[in-house]
């Protein structure tokens, strides 16, 4: 649903471990400040991905409604 990069998906992981953004910098060989977009892409990726997913079911009643049967 989210397309996260692979560097994105190695911050996340990362981030889930220890929540220090210097950590997570050292560990991967770059600053904190590219440590802190990449979480911010991921939080919108991810933001998008539920929003959808929360339309999709809102709409999935009036989009595929359930037959009813007469007996």
Excluded at 4 to 13: F, Q
Excluded at 14 to 42: F, H, M
């Amino acid at each position: 649903m989210c397309n996260l990069s692979k560097r994105e998906k190695e911050v996340l992981e990362l981030c889930l471990l220890c929540a220090d953004d210097t950590v997570v910098a050292v560990r991967l060989g770059i600053s904190p400040k590219t440590v802190a977009n990449l979480k911010t892409r991921v939080r919108r990726k991810v933001a998008k991905a539920k929003k959808f997913l929360e339309s999709v079911k809102k709409y999935r009643k009036v989009l595929y409604p359930e037959r009813k049967y007469k007996l």
